[in-house]
């Protein structure tokens, strides 16, 4: 699986790259590093249970920049992984720098609520994008209160199916249904 993060400053990041780079290898093996202007790009592919959200906050404190960083899912594919790198850059320009420090998917949507598209459904979504069966399962389920019991019942499956179905989804959008916040923001794309 492919992950990335993006590291972006209010200034030029190139004082301050080596100290970023030589502080997150200390937890991720990197397989590629690109820097910008104002932003690092690390590729990796481990899975982690470090807190960005600490390590920027850390980083923040100790440097006195202004920093912001937004960590992926997973991607099968490297393809993929850049996609959507090219569209989260185009989202990271709308979102106001100092609104937030992490970001991730779930935040990236719940600030562009309003101004949801195509595009953002198409990789929010993923693979599920045109799948009516997973579409429908996961709005029925919203629409019994979260209740397994009387969504399976109205889908005509099992209660097992429906609940390999959310799984299924969850691994693959990074997205649980199963938490409020989370179908709140998947809600509204598919309503």
Same mark, same amino acid.
């Given at each position: 699986?492919?992950?990335?993060?993006?590291?972006e400053?209010?200034?030029?990041?190139?004082?301050d790259e080596q100290m970023?780079?030589s502080?997150?290898?200390?937890?991720i093996n990197?397989?590629?590093?690109e820097?910008h202007e $104002?932003?690092i790009y690390?590729y990796y592919?481990q /899975?982690?249970d470090?807190?960005? =959200?600490?390590?920027?906050? +850390? !980083?923040?404190?100790?440097t006195?920049?202004?920093?912001?960083i937004?960590?992926?899912?997973?991607?099968d594919?490297?393809?993929?992984l850049?996609e959507h790198?090219?569209?989260i850059?185009?989202?990271l320009?709308?979102i106001?720098f100092?609104?937030?420090?992490?970001?991730?998917d779930?935040?990236l949507?719940k600030?562009?609520i309003?101004?949801v598209?195509?595009e953002?459904k198409?990789?929010?979504?993923r $693979?599920?994008?045109?799948?009516?069966?997973?579409? /429908?399962?996961i709005?029925?389920? =919203?629409?019994?209160n979260? +209740? !397994?019991?009387l969504a399976?019942?109205?889908?005509?499956?099992?209660?097992?199916t429906?609940?390999?179905?959310?799984?299924?989804?969850y691994q693959?959008?990074g997205?649980?249904?199963r938490?409020?916040?989370?179908?709140?923001?998947?809600?509204?794309?598919i309503?």
């Amino acid at each position: 699986m492919y992950r990335y993060l993006i590291i972006e400053s209010k200034k030029e990041i190139k004082s301050d790259e080596q100290m970023i780079v030589s502080i997150f290898s200390e937890f991720i093996n990197f397989e590629k590093i690109e820097s910008h202007e $104002k932003a690092i790009y690390l590729y990796y592919r481990q /899975e982690t249970d470090v807190s960005f =959200l600490d390590i920027i906050l +850390n !980083m923040m404190s100790d440097t006195l920049s202004d920093l912001r960083i937004f960590v992926s899912y997973q991607f099968d594919h490297m393809k993929d992984l850049e996609e959507h790198m090219e569209f989260i850059k185009r989202k990271l320009q709308v979102i106001s720098f100092n609104k937030y420090v992490y970001l991730d998917d779930k935040v990236l949507l719940k600030s562009l609520i309003h101004a949801v598209d195509n595009e953002m459904k198409k990789f929010i979504f993923r $693979k599920y994008l045109t799948d009516s069966i997973m579409q /429908e399962s996961i709005k029925t389920y =919203l629409e019994s209160n979260q +209740n !397994m019991s009387l969504a399976s019942k109205k889908l005509y499956v099992h209660r097992n199916t429906l609940i390999q179905r959310l799984d299924k989804f969850y691994q693959t959008t990074g997205f649980d249904v199963r938490l409020f916040s989370d179908a709140y923001l998947i809600y509204h794309l598919i309503k």
